[in-house]
């Protein structure tokens, strides 16, 4: 059964800050990958798609990459802001299968 | 472009009494998801509609939870009778069919007292 793991479960950092959100996942067999982020009270919003061939995937002061072989995945977030605060959560697709798993997700927090 | 809808935002009952959530997902999106989250977790996936299908229902708990997707488009998922664990966030999703993007409602937050 796929397992998808987030460290840490919350950071805090001051504005600025570059950071690093990580997604470990048990079985490697997977179709993508997606980054979302979540606000308080609301759903979520899809920030980065990574197909099971790509390395990569950049948006804005976002990077995503993906090491299958590994089972890791990691959010790459420039230059913080106070509004990136949210929690951040990774899931992703297995062949054949259009079901998303999910991470736990991260509590990010930037402080002003 | 509207996105997806999903009423009553906030729900509170007593336990054993029933309820009902409504989703409108995204016009033209076939693809439906019923998801559900606990505080601290991520999304499960509850049930999946292909228009009126519904095409995977392995983690939805039959004995008191019904969905119906009357038409394929809108959706309404129920719990008869609630109990206190039922306790949570239950979002649901719109996608086109085949595509990978799933847009999300903002929930409904229940909670059974």
């Known amino acids: 059964k796929q397992e998808v793991t987030q460290i840490p479960a919350a950071l805090s950092v001051p504005e600025g800050e570059n950071l690093v959100l990580n997604c470990s996942f048990t079985d490697s067999a997977i179709y993508n990958l997606q980054w979302f982020r979540q606000d308080p009270g609301k759903g979520l919003t899809s920030l980065l798609l990574i197909q099971s061939s790509q390395r990569e995937q950049t948006s804005g002061r976002l990077n995503a990459s993906l090491d299958k072989s590994s089972g890791r995945s990691t959010l790459y977030i420039a230059a913080s802001q106070p509004g990136d605060s949210a929690t951040y959560l990774c899931?992703?697709?297995?062949?054949?299968?259009?079901?998303?798993?999910f991470g736990k997700g991260t509590k990010l927090t930037v402080n002003p | 472009e509207a996105g997806v809808v999903q009423s009553p935002r906030y729900k509170i009952i007593e336990k054993k009494q029933p309820v009902a959530f409504w989703c409108n997902p995204i016009?033209?999106?076939?693809?439906l998801y019923w998801y559900l989250q606990n505080l601290g977790q991520g999304p499960e996936l509850l049930i999946r509609y292909e228009n009126e299908e519904a095409v995977d229902d392995s983690q939805l708990p039959k004995d008191r939870f019904s969905a119906e997707r009357l038409k394929g488009v809108d959706s309404t998922l129920k719990i008869q009778p609630a109990e206190l664990g039922d306790s949570a966030v239950y979002l649901c999703?719109?996608?086109?069919?085949?595509?990978?993007?799933?847009?999300f409602g903002p929930g409904t937050r229940l909670l059974v007292l």
């Open positions: 999703a719109s996608s086109r069919q085949g595509a990978e993007t799933q847009y």
């Open positions: 016009s033209g999106h076939n693809t």
């Open positions: 899931a992703l697709t297995q062949g054949g299968s259009e079901k998303l798993v």
